[in-house]
């Protein structure tokens, strides 16, 4: 049986690394579970499990024994490979052998008189095997063996074989007995497994181990093998349990399935032990996630006044460059005017071209002025976007200097009163994660700092945020010269719900999340700090492995400045413009009609109905958020009835809201465009989906 969970960190894509439970159930069969139609055997939780996940009905196994078959699970290689072909016996154990027959190399061992002779076979696993605890642990994983091993003992132990915890594998195929202390004449209790209390049940101690490590590794992904020693011999059962598989005997049934019975429903009561640890980690871990969550609008909130003031800024330059343009704009309209009516009345009209040149020069300037600060304005709305994204499990590489310059600005406005704000972002590599959750990180340990130093004497303190590199690993740290932490706070201050703060200024998730979204991205965060002087947090990642020197494409770049030409296409194509605000509408139409064939739609219906009509649009702009629905529904119904349509469908977005629309932007949607958006951007996307018409 295989359990997978969630682990902490980004979902899918590159960092996407959940937990692993592998359950194994010595000799046990397969058709005395619930799920396969036993009604005499009692098992709830396999069978939940079963119907959770996916249930295997044909199969084979690598061996018709134990170790071999253990082996193959533990390299994923026949047991022929790795040498493995018969269940190892204990180390007193002195097989007997004979000659192979017809004089063949080797020997054979066990009884001659058997009808199938078996090769000599290896005593352990070899140590040069490799496991797939190896690996996990090699990419981050936390791992534990606990149970039956059977594979050897000396390196070919679990703790040799890649596994951190080893609690109870030992060479043993079976265990001396089911009760602590596991003894039973000359052996002597079994590998990692001490006497804990007295009569405790084996199968409920490996149980509880299992809970006990799960419970531990919340913050790290982990690879959990729970290998019963049940339901092998010795056969040994709660009496309790025994009674009820005993009252339930005909007389046509073997008198020890009662037993046997009663060691199936204490693996699959230590099931439902591991299912519930893993209920209680997921909805301890959603209510956290709930919370910061909170938090983090909490932190926005805090932060709206700097915010205002950052968008403020721009659109006042816009505002006065707007009103610089009508005012030029108004007096060319005016000269113009007055040569007009000079020349309707056969009237001589003098005008300085040099003025008229002048004038419209100053008209494209304020205008482009204005452009440039709409541009502002957009880059601060999707800082604002990348920060405060919901998602959590969008991966991808990303530069870290701007996840830190995004919360940078935002935490301008709230450290500036209180300290200098000294940025020095070095050339580092991409790492693979999540851009917003860095910055999240970044903005958390900075309001941190700023909330550690008291206003008024911002030339006296700082706050200092670095990148660097290191080796492979890619270094940020946030210094500030506040009051420090308490040494007997610095062992805690990254615990849930651990925080000095009065009421109402949070509810202590702030650095717990930061550290589950540096684990996620594979690194690892410290603090240091002296009360009186200050604190530093230092956060470490991993570089990508990707090649990060190729520059990201430039705002600025040729063709995107305003008054830079742009040839038109040879020939004119229909557009179809799909959009519930009429304003955006209009002025698209307009603007677009200089070059295109445009028709337009205020809402899904009115672009299906369009899109019913002969011939159809050669290509579609559609806003993505609509009042009657949304681009997705348009896109679904082309995919129906117009497929060939699909290619040249554009989608306009201000931000995607939920889960699906963020999926269907990055795994179904052919082309998008984020508002605002340039006229220009708009036409070189056409010009290339037309070219496919």
């Keep these: ?27 046990l069969g397969w058709t005395d579970l619930g799920c396969y139609g036993s009604t005499y055997y009692e098992t709830p939780n396999i069978d939940r499990l079963c119907a959770e996940g996916i249930k295997f009905t044909d199969a084979y196994a690598s061996a018709a024994v134990c170790s071999p078959t253990r082996s193959a699970l533990m390299t994923g290689r026949y047991p022929a490979r790795t040498g493995i ?132 590794h919340r913050e790290r992904p982990f690879f959990l093998n729970l290998w019963h020693y049940a339901v092998h011999t010795p056969m040994h059962a709660k009496d309790e349990l025994i009674r009820k598989y005993r009252d339930r005997i005909t007389d046509d049934e073997r008198r020890d399935r009662p037993v046997y019975g009663a060691m199936l429903e204490s693996v699959d009561q230590a099931v439902g032990a591991v299912l519930a640890a893993l209920d209680e980690r997921r909805r301890k871990r959603r209510v956290e996630s709930q919370l910061a969550h909170a938090e983090r609008l909490a932190g926005i909130g805090t932060l709206a006044a700097g915010v205002a003031h950052e968008v403020n800024n721009p659109l006042a330059y816009v505002s006065l460059n707007v009103e610089a343009t009508i005012r030029e704009a108004e007096r060319l309209a005016r000269e113009l005017a007055r040569g007009s009516a000079a020349a309707e009345e056969g009237q001589p009209w003098t005008i300085d071209l ?18 440039q600060g709409t541009q502002r304005v957009k880059d601060i709305v999707v800082d604002l976007m990348t920060f405060s994204r919901v998602r959590s499990d969008e991966t991808q590489s990303f530069d870290v200097n701007e996840a830190v310059d995004i919360a940078v600005k935002m935490a301008l406005h709230e450290i500036k009163y209180r300290a200098r704000l000294e940025a020095e972002l070095g050339e580092v590599a991409k790492v693979v994660g999540n851009a917003g959750r860095l910055s999240q990180v970044v903005l958390n340990l900075l309001l941190n700092a700023a909330r550690a130093i008291e206003e008024g004497r911002p030339d006296d303190n700082a706050v200092r945020v670095r990148t660097a590199m290191e080796g492979d690993e890619v270094v940020l740290s946030v210094e500030d010269t506040g009051r420090g932490i308490r040494e007997d706070d610095l062992a805690r201050i990254f615990e849930p719900f651990f925080t000095r703060r009065g009421l109402g200024s949070g509810v202590g998730l702030g650095l717990s999340v930061c550290r589950d979204i540096v684990s996620a991205h594979g690194g690892h965060i410290e603090v240091r700090s002296e009360v009186g002087r200050g604190t530093t947090f230092v956060v470490r990642m991993p570089a990508s492995a990707a090649d990060a020197s190729a520059p990201d494409r430039a705002d600025d770049e040729p063709g995107d400045e305003p008054g830079d030409e742009v040839a038109a296409p040879a020939a004119r194509g229909r557009v179809l413009i799909v959009d519930d605000e009429p304003m955006v509408r209009s002025v698209l139409a307009k603007l677009l009609g200089r070059r295109f064939e445009v028709e337009v739609a205020s809402g899904c219906a009115e672009a299906i109905a369009a899109l019913q009509q002969e011939p159809p649009p050669d290509a579609v702009v559609c806003d993505m958020m609509m009042l009657d629905g949304t681009g997705m529904d348009v896109h679904r119904w082309a995919r129906e009835h117009r497929p060939t349509l699909l290619p040249r469908m554009v989608f306009a977005t201000g931000g995607s809201f939920t889960p699906t629309t963020s999926e269907f932007l990055r795994d179904v949607a052919p082309h998008r465009i984020e508002k605002p958006f340039r006229l220009r951007e708009l036409e070189r996307l056409l010009d290339l989906v037309l070219a496919q018409a």
């Design 354 to 371: 040099g003025v008229l040149e002048g004038l419209a020069r100053s008209v494209a300037g304020h205008a482009a002025a204005a452009a």
């Design 85 to 216: 072909t018969d269940w190892l016996r204990p180390p007193n154990f002195t097989p007997r052998t004979i000659p192979a027959p017809n004089g063949g190399p080797g020997r054979y061992v066990d009884d001659p008189d058997r009808a199938m002779l078996c090769p000599m076979r290896r005593q352990e696993m070899p140590p040069g095997e490799t496991t797939i605890a190896e690996v996990l642990r090699q990419v981050g994983y936390a791992t534990a063996h606990i149970g039956k091993w059977h594979l050897g003992r000396g390196k070919s132990l679990p703790e040799y074989q890649g596994f951190d915890v080893n609690k109870g594998g030992s060479w043993n195929g079976q265990p001396p007995s089911y009760w602590d202390p596991y003894e039973k004449g000359r052996l002597h209790g079994l590998h990692g497994l001490p006497a804990r209390e007295p009569g405790e049940y084996l199968t409920d101690r490996e149980a509880s181990e299992a809970v006990a490590f799960i419970r531990a």
């Design 1 to 27: 049986m295989a359990v997978a969970g969630a682990a902490p960190g980004l979902g899918c894509g590159t960092l996407w690394r959940p937990n692993a439970i592998l359950i194994n159930v010595d000799d």
